[in-house]
């Protein structure tokens, strides 16, 4: 099953129409309508969308949407903070991305 496919199902799973789910996710109809007919790949603000809307974890949602298995052999954390970090606004990204390489820079310093 495609992702178009699945998000369709799980909204009419829940009895709602499209303008329901696009209202619960805080999100146009129109960016449901496109992701729903093929006309658009789904993105970071779709899967927000549905984390919102279906009450699931987004790194879950954006796995249902393929956006994760580009990130084949990494290990689930690493995708779980890469799918935390998308959610974040561009400027809270760029300061946790910061915070972390300084972290990491401690880390291999002590590893030396």
């Known amino acids: 099953?495609?992702?178009?496919?699945w998000l369709s199902g799980?909204?009419?799973?829940?009895?709602?129409?499209?303008?329901?789910f696009a209202r619960r996710g805080k999100i146009s109809p129109q960016a449901v309508n496109f992701?729903?007919?093929r006309q658009t790949k789904p993105g970071r603000?779709?899967?927000q969308a549905i984390a919102r809307a279906f009450d699931m974890p987004l790194e879950?949602?954006?796995r249902r949407a393929g956006l994760l298995?580009?990130?084949?052999?990494?290990?689930?954390n690493a995708k779980t903070w890469g799918a935390r970090l998308m959610a974040l606004s561009p400027e809270a990204r760029d300061t946790a991305v910061r915070v972390?390489?300084?972290?990491?820079?401690?880390?291999?310093?002590?590893a030396r």
């Open 1 to 5: 099953m495609d992702f178009a496919d």
């Open 10 to 20: 799980e909204i009419r799973a829940r009895g709602w129409t499209e303008a329901e």
């Open 35 to 37: 992701a729903v007919n």
């Open 45 to 47: 603000k779709l899967c």
């Open 60 to 62: 879950e949602a954006m």
């Open 69 to 76: 298995d580009e990130l084949v052999g990494l290990p689930d």
């Open 100 to 110: 972390m390489d300084s972290v990491l820079a401690t880390f291999e310093r002590a």
